[in-house]
């Protein structure tokens, strides 16, 4: 039997602000030039502001094909649409996993016209088999999203995976993805395994947290992302010193990579040129 290995850090990147839509403003995480992907996740963007002219412009109708979306809520609510018939409102706490396949052209638009909106948008690959499939989704409200408090100051929201026999509704064999929403207050500590040989990130957005032990150990502050090294646990300890209604929030994601040749323009992502080409060419053609 092998020795059990705990995941360190292997760097850490801060996000890079940027926009997207009709002038939303962003942090993009993964997607920039120091992380360009994380096989096989594509894209990490953060949104998160009180002003609503940051984001009220909001995402009006655009195309995607070959991969799959998913939208977490933390704050406001937005509305989406798309050329299928498919239609609903994204509330705080609510998560949807679309999967793009073969096509689809939807809109993201703020529900509100002031207050906070916040939340996190992540690309996640299909493999090439899986690109043309028809499109579907995993939606799902808050009250659909387990939640499990662990004990001394630590709370897990479960999307994807599982977390101490609490199980999340999105499934997807294809990457096998943890999804988890970490909630620890300062000194409190969680272990949680992932399977060997995943691709896994820790993004902070509220506090800091201790990722890792011995050497390969960092502290992670807000907006910043840790890429974890290979193994079958991680360690967190929230870091922000104690005081009044502090917790340190951070999302921890880990993933099947695909390993497999990528060809991504915009809204498209495919294995090959020619496939990219041919995507273009339908949307043009209205074959969405």
Do not use: C
């Amino acid at each position: 039997m092998s020795t059990p290995s705990i995941r360190g850090v292997s760097r850490v990147i801060r996000g890079m602000p940027t926009s997207d839509g009709a002038g939303v403003k962003l942090t993009r995480v993964i997607g920039q030039p120091r992380l360009p992907d994380l096989d096989p996740f594509l894209m990490l963007d953060e949104f998160g502001t009180d002003n609503p002219g940051d984001y009220i412009a909001g995402f009006p109708s655009h195309p995607h094909r070959g991969f799959e979306t998913v939208t977490y809520m933390l704050d406001g609510r937005m509305r989406h649409r798309d050329n299928h018939g498919h239609e609903g409102v994204l509330v705080p706490g609510s998560v949807q996993w679309m999967t793009a396949g073969r096509g689809i052209v939807h809109s993201e638009m703020p529900e509100q016209q002031e207050g906070r909106m916040r939340g996190f948008q992540l690309w996640i690959n299909l493999p090439a088999r899986d690109k043309m499939t028809a499109p579907k989704y995993q939606e799902f409200g808050p009250q659909m999203i387990p939640a499990t408090d662990l004990g001394g100051g630590a709370r897990v929201k479960v999307i994807a995976g599982q977390v101490a026999g609490v199980t999340g509704p999105i499934a997807q064999p294809a990457t096998d993805p943890t999804y988890l929403d970490v909630e620890l207050e300062p000194g409190a500590t969680l272990s949680q395994p992932l399977a060997a040989g995943h691709s896994a990130f820790l993004y902070v957005y509220e506090g800091a947290v201790r990722v890792g032990a011995g050497e390969s150990a960092a502290t992670v502050g807000t907006h910043e992302l840790a890429v974890l090294t290979d193994g079958d646990s991680v360690q967190l300890e929230g870091r922000e010193p104690p005081r009044d209604g502090t917790v340190n929030r951070a999302i921890l994601v880990a993933g099947r990579p695909l390993r497999e040749p990528v060809a991504k323009h915009g809204p498209f992502v495919m294995s090959t040129r020619e496939e990219l080409i041919q995507a273009f060419q339908d949307y043009q053609n209205g074959k969405f």
